[in-house]
């Protein structure tokens, strides 16, 4: 099965602080992917990496960084955290970095960070 | 661009009746995958069911099965037997061209009554 881990499920962070929040998947995924999830706007995409320290802006990178040094890991970055990134984040991964669809695309979330910024 | 619309914000079905989940999408790529999402309280998104724009027969998977009307641009998604368990949200989702990106839909809060 795969696995995608995050490593808080709680974080609370102060307005300024710099945050770094970690997913790590263990099935060998090319595709790496951050998105924040709030009430009535369903998931939006922040960034998506489809290589070790490739990376791509998804639909609202504004005030988010990303890294990808190894192919297993994806980090997501706030340099200064405000209050309005207070959201649940949630990290997926996929096999296959596109060419012919099909199911082998199907993104594999983690648990989820809810992050909130005091 | 893609364009996910989940019209029922919220639902309920009587435990073991069956339930249609609503999703239209609006998209100009000419092949495209829809996948629908199970999101529990716990906030884990689980996979539910996958459907290619080309696959001929419509996805099942237990009792889950996606009821495809590529002309009415619809993806419908059906649980037979609807369980407890079954109470969370769903989402509904398209990826593009390239396979790299998903656009979700806002999501159906699914309440399954004893």
């Known amino acids: 099965d795969v696995k995608v881990t995050q490593s808080s499920r709680y974080l609370v962070k102060r307005t300024g602080e710099k945050v770094f929040l970690e997913c790590v998947q263990d099935?060998?995924?090319?595709?790496m992917f951050w998105y924040r999830q709030d009430p009535g706007l369903g998931l939006r995409l922040i960034y998506f990496?489809?290589?070790?320290?490739?990376?791509e802006k998804g639909d609202i990178p504004e005030g988010y960084s990303v890294s990808r040094e190894k192919k297993e890991r994806f980090s997501l970055i706030l340099e200064s955290a405000s209050t309005n990134q207070t959201s649940m984040y949630l990290c997926?991964?996929?096999?296959?970095?596109?060419?012919?669809?099909?199911?082998?695309?199907?993104?594999?979330f983690g648990p989820g960070t809810r992050l909130t910024v005091l | 661009a893609q364009k996910i619309t989940q019209t029922q914000p919220g639902m309920f079905v009587q435990e073991k009746e069956a339930v249609t989940l609503d999703c239209t999408y609006d998209t100009s790529d000419p092949s495209y995958g829809l996948f629908w999402y199970k999101q529990p309280s716990s906030g884990e998104m689980i996979f539910l069911i996958y459907?290619?724009?080309?696959?001929?027969q419509n996805a099942t998977e237990g009792r889950y099965s996606l009821n495809f009307q590529k002309a009415r641009k619809s993806a419908n998604l059906v649980i037979s037997a609807s369980q407890l368990g079954d109470s969370a949200m769903y989402f509904c989702?398209?990826?593009?061209?390239?396979?790299?990106?998903?656009?979700f839909g806002g999501g159906t809060r699914l309440m399954v009554k004893p």
């Open positions: 099935m060998d995924h090319e595709n």
């Open positions: 997926a991964s996929s096999l296959v970095a596109g060419g012919t669809l099909g199911s082998t695309d199907t993104q594999y």
């Open positions: 989702a398209a990826h593009n061209n390239a396979g790299n990106m998903l656009t």
């Open positions: 459907q290619g724009s080309y696959d001929q």
């Open positions: 990496s489809y290589d070790v320290k490739m990376k």
